[in-house]
Structure formats: structure tokens, C-alpha cells
């Protein structure tokens, strides 16, 4: 099984390679997307401008800010911590700069934060979904482009982040539905 996985990592990074790496947009784009990825800070600043509306939207603004702690600390600080996978090499200089993380590689932890706070706005504004998906889409994948993350670690995180949000949903419902 191993084997496979290593094998579509390596398929992904080469196709992501020829694609986007060292053209200069694409890399503008996800580095920047990488660090605002960074501690969830792009999710906690269009939570906080959230907040400013409405008392019920502040209200959604710190469950956010919340939630997207425990799923940090599930993550970040359980399952990486049980898995520590090796990070990939990064073989050639890197365009920008981009934080060293000093986890496991396993899995995303931008991008288990990123579909998890999409699946919690969009359950409260749907029909923002496309731009938090896609703006999530964008911080997840950056970490394939920056040289982070195997390609794999990126689709496990992806899928914690959505059923992290779909089981806030139901555990801690938002403003308004409980």
C-alpha cells in the first residue's frame, strides 16, 4: 500500500511540477497562500471582518476561531504526532520564503484548516461556498507547490477538514440553529 502512495505522490508533485512550479504568478500565488495558511490566519481574518456585522456573526466569528483550534490541536498535535511522516525534499531553491514546519508531514494541517473552515462558513453563508472552497482549494494545494506536503497529506487533510466541519455542524450548531 505504501508503495502506491508513494507512487501518486510522486505522479502528483512531477504533473504540479510542469504545471505551475517557477512560473512566476503561480508562485506568488501559492507561497502567499501558504503563509496565509499559516496558524489559520487567512479563516480568523475573514472571520474577524465577519464579525464586525452583526452580533450573530460575531457571535459565529469565535465559534470559528474555536473550532478551528480543536481541529488544530486534533491535527497538529494527535495525529501528526502519531504518524510522523517524513516531510518531502525540497531539491531545488525555493522563489520565496516559506516556513519550515516542524512537524510531521502527515497529514496537511493547512489543509485539514482550510476545508474545515470552508465547510463551517459555507454552512453558515452558502452562498459564499465556492469562494471559501476555493480560496481552501488554493491554501491546500500550496502546499504541494511550496514542497511541504506530499500530495497524499494534502488529500487526508482535506478530507479531516470536511468531516471535522460536518461533525461541528452537528455538535456545535451555528447562531441560530440550536
Not at 504533473?15 to 496565509?36: H, I, K, M, Q
Not at 459555507?122 to 481552501?136: I, K, T
Amino acid at each position: 500500500m505504501t508503495g502506491s502512495i508513494d507512487r501518486f505522490d510522486e505522479v502528483v508533485d512531477e504533473a504540479w511540477g510542469r504545471a505551475f512550479r517557477g512560473r512566476p504568478l503561480a508562485d506568488r500565488v501559492f507561497y502567499l497562500a501558504s503563509e496565509l495558511g499559516d496558524f489559520s490566519v487567512l479563516w480568523l481574518i475573514i472571520a474577524a471582518a465577519q464579525g464586525l456585522r452583526s452580533d450573530a456573526d460575531a457571535d459565529e466569528s469565535i465559534r470559528l476561531s474555536l473550532l478551528l483550534l480543536a481541529e488544530s490541536i486534533l491535527v497538529n498535535q494527535g495525529i501528526k504526532r502519531l504518524v510522523r511522516r517524513p516531510r518531502p525534499a525540497a531539491t531545488e531553491p525555493r522563489p520565496h520564503h516559506v516556513r519550515q514546519p516542524g512537524t510531521s508531514s502527515f497529514p496537511s494541517g493547512h489543509a485539514s484548516s482550510a476545508l474545515a473552515a470552508a465547510g463551517i462558513m459555507s454552512h453558515r453563508h452558502p452562498r459564499a461556498a465556492p469562494l471559501y472552497y476555493g480560496l481552501a482549494a488554493v491554501v491546500a494545494t500550496s502546499r504541494i507547490h511550496v514542497k511541504v506536503h506530499h500530495a497524499s497529506d494534502v488529500v487526508v487533510g482535506a478530507a479531516i477538514g470536511i468531516g471535522f466541519a460536518r461533525l461541528a455542524a452537528r455538535v456545535w450548531p451555528p447562531p441560530g440553529e440550536r
